[in-house]
């Protein structure tokens, strides 16, 4: 029986845990989260094209929502996209996962140390295994990157609020600090996730100013709340460069935000998440430094696959001034729905690059050659 300990139950950690005790009768998994829940206080959504046709089964027992379409606004441009979206809700994740993983699972369990063969809890205690997987989402940046904050509330009405199709991107609002939006995704007919957003230089999130405005976006289309459900805050690293070795530094097996594996434009996490899960189905797990060569291996393919988003991020953090970033993303958002879908999925074709980099630019066209050839990025 190969024995494997996953540390840290957020969206990777937990998605890699359930895969193998769903798949493997060989591998005994234990996971161990240092909070109450799996999955923290979090909502994670994508696109049915970010997903292979059989994960999409196999995450469905997940789901909370799934929409038809969505839709995005900008000053100039409104516009409604065909394809379904979804969203788990972390609460949905931990009923599912918790009770498949069992005895196996340790909740409110702290870690002091992580090794490639054991794990030393806060107690003292140290659990041994043939391999030991670092999940944790306490990731530790160390390239230059843009950053994706946000604060999002989710909100029950005194009557049904009439919204029935996500708009993941209404940027009709004050573009104050960066390129800021507002996401909605309507769950029930009085129930829905606003969130304040923002594209911007620091990982800082003003909390105050984001509960501001999520509360007047809701007082401006007539949504009294009855109630706030509760909240949600985070920053998502969005690397302008720097090299994937960045978080790999020692031979300890990772996965998720600190093994690199998340889009780098978008900052979404779940597409990698559950590919890393299918990935891990299919080692040996037996040795860790196997298991750390063929997860390190992944990371990188994906990594050098994904140069051309980071060099859109230099487009965006560092080209563009802060007012400007919302014209770059109105003018993305002009183009075909295949063009759209591939960014999301992070599979975007020569064609595809060629054609987001011509055109009207968004930026002057000096200035964005400054920064898009910076050697010190270009990695």
């Not at 509330?153 to 009557?159: D, G, H, K």
């Amino acid at each position: 029986m190969v024995e494997v300990v996953i540390a840290g139950g957020g969206l990777a950690g937990s998605l890699a845990a359930w895969r193998l005790a769903s798949t493997r009768r060989d591998v005994r998994v234990r996971l161990i989260e240092r909070g109450p829940t799996l999955g923290g206080n979090h909502t994670w959504s994508f696109h049915d094209t970010d997903l292979t046709g059989p994960a999409r089964y196999w995450l469905d027992r997940l789901v909370v929502a799934r929409w038809p379409e969505h839709s995005v606004r900008f000053p100039g441009h409104s516009r409604t996209i065909a394809g379904p979206y979804a969203s788990i809700a972390s609460t949905r994740l931990h009923d599912v996962i918790a009770p498949a993983l069992g005895d196996n699972l340790l909740l409110d369990t702290s870690i002091a140390h992580v090794a490639p063969d054991h794990v030393v809890l806060g107690t003292g205690d140290v659990l041994r295994a043939s391999v030991v997987i670092d999940g944790r989402g306490d990731l530790p940046v160390s390239v230059p990157c843009g950053w994706q904050t946000f604060l999002g509330q989710e909100l029950e009405f005194e009557q049904d609020h009439g919204v029935t199709t996500p708009t993941i991107m209404d940027a009709t609002v004050a573009q104050d600090n960066g390129y800021q939006f507002v996401y909605v995704l309507p769950f029930t007919p009085r129930r829905l996730l606003v969130e304040d957003t923002c594209y911007a230089d620091h990982p800082a999130v003003d909390v105050d100013a984001a509960r501001a405005a999520i509360a007047s976006y809701v007082a401006a289309r007539g949504w009294p709340p009855r109630a706030l459900v509760r909240e949600e805050v985070g920053s998502l690293p969005l690397p302008l460069g720097g090299s994937i070795d960045a978080f790999w530094p020692d031979g300890q097996p990772r996965i998720g935000m600190r093994a690199g594996l998340f889009h780098p434009t978008t900052g979404y996490s779940l597409p990698d998440a559950v590919a890393t899960a299918d990935l891990l189905t299919r080692l040996a797990l037996g040795d860790p430094a196997q298991t750390a060569g063929a997860l390190r291996g992944f990371a990188t393919a994906r990594w050098k696959a994904r140069g051309f988003f980071r060099l859109l991020n230099r487009l965006l953090f560092r080209a563009a001034r802060p007012a400007e970033r919302v014209r770059v993303l109105e003018q993305f958002y002009r183009r075909p729905t295949g063009l759209i879908a591939r960014f999301y999925a992070a599979q975007l074709t020569r064609s595809d690059q060629v054609r987001l980099m011509t055109g009207r630019p968004p930026v002057p066209v000096l200035r964005a050659l400054a920064h898009l050839r910076d050697p010190r990025l270009m990695r």
